[in-house]
Nanobody, 120 residues
């Protein structure tokens, strides 16, 4: 499985950005997908997941970020609105080996990351 993330960049506070992650290697629709991020000097943290049971968001992004997926295109998106400087991080997409995301174990696959920088 390969996950290719894209869409990062330098934006100003309040701007919007859409990240994309295209998967290859196995039937996309059967597996849950997620986005994580890692800010400089911090640990990687959960941002959002999408699976057969629905969507989950970190409290820090609720109401501002939306995760979606296009199974025909094998792509998961992260729509980010009202960006804040504290959203600056490398964003990683991830895939679990199951239709429903299980937070008790790590993802099976990670993308390479895409950098989002939000200036104040």
């Amino acid at each position: 499985v390969q996950l290719q993330a894209s869409g990062g960049g330098l934006v100003q506070a309040g701007d919007s950005l859409r990240l994309s992650c295209t998967a290859s290697g196995r039937p996309f629709r059967n597996y849950s997908m997620g986005w994580f991020r890692q800010a400089p000097g911090k640990e990687r943290e959960f941002v959002a997941t999408i699976d057969w049971s629905g969507k989950e968001y970190a409290d820090s992004v609720k109401g501002r970020f939306t995760i979606s997926r296009d199974n025909a295109e094998s792509t998961v998106y992260l729509h980010m609105n009202s960006l804040k400087p504290e959203d600056t991080a490398v964003y990683y997409c991830a895939q679990k080996g199951s239709p429903v995301w299980d937070f008790r174990s790590p993802p099976n696959y990670w993308g390479q990351g895409t950098l989002v920088t939000v200036s104040s």
